[in-house]
């Protein structure tokens, strides 16, 4: 059971922050950790590709900042794995260098993003869809046109995989001050948000699984997952709330 104080936005910052001061880990190797578990959670969901069947197809919508590299990263390992992958890129002139990074390997190898919402309609060239957009710094309703690949996300009747939390969500509370993803799993990555739990958060997370990232097990509370990167379920109430 995490406790309240494990589970703060400043709390998983200052994570991230001493992984890389501290130990010397670069973002983009705690990027890579967190794609390997969200790629084969996304495989485990649907089933591997193989020569003899047909690849799945994906479509992959990425925002701006670090969750958004963690879709690109995803995508490769998608595309690696034999599955037809499509990505929407929403911020192709983001400033976010590890994102930047996994963006230009996916190009290399002929991924080429789309710069745009999905126009699609119901779509019907895709087997599931992974939300990418927004992560934990999320604070205020998204805006445009964010908020409308949310609104385009939520009108699809095909299983959604959130990254770390249903885009639009608040990490510390739970409120939903503008479009929220309604996500049929997410994986939460390294520590849980509060706001998984809380407030509108457990109407939007659908099932919840947690992926180590590859921070060192001394800035982990002890019950944390640490290694290897491998998705693994959570409880109803992996938070205890109780003051």
């Known amino acids: 059971m995490f406790q309240p104080e494990d589970c703060t936005p400043e709390k998983i910052r200052e994570i991230d922050r001493k992984a890389l001061e501290e130990f010397s880990i670069p973002g983009l190797i705690l990027m890579e950790h967190a ?20 690849s799945w197809q994906v479509t992959i919508l990425c925002g701006p900042g670090g969750n958004g590299g963690d879709g690109f990263a995803v995508a490769r390992h998608l595309h690696g794995a034999g599955w037809d992958v499509t990505i929407h890129d929403l911020a192709p002139d983001s400033g976010h260098a590890d994102r930047q990074t996994h963006r230009r390997i996916c190009m290399a190898l002929g991924m080429t993003p789309i710069e745009s919402i999905p126009v699609a309609d119901p779509v019907t060239d895709s087997d599931l869809i992974i939300d990418a957009l927004l992560g934990s710094g999320t604070d205020r309703a998204p805006g445009h046109p964010i908020d409308r690949a949310i609104e385009w996300i939520n009108r699809q009747s095909l299983p959604v995989l959130s990254i770390d939390l249903p885009s639009g969500l608040v990490a510390s509370n739970g409120e939903a001050p503008g479009a929220v993803v309604e996500a049929s799993l997410t994986v939460t990555l390294c520590i849980p948000h509060l706001g998984l739990m809380q ?27 640490v290694f290897p990167p491998r998705t693994s379920p959570l409880p109803a109430n992996p938070i205890s709330l109780e003051q």
């Open 35 to 54: 794609s390997i578990g969200i790629a084969e959670r996304a495989i485990d969901l649907l089933g591997s590709a193989t020569s003899t069947d047909p």
């Open 199 to 225: 407030g509108e958060g457990p109407g939007h997370t659908g099932q919840l699984w947690i992926c180590p990232i590859g921070a060192p097990a001394a800035l982990l509370p002890p019950n944390a997952p």
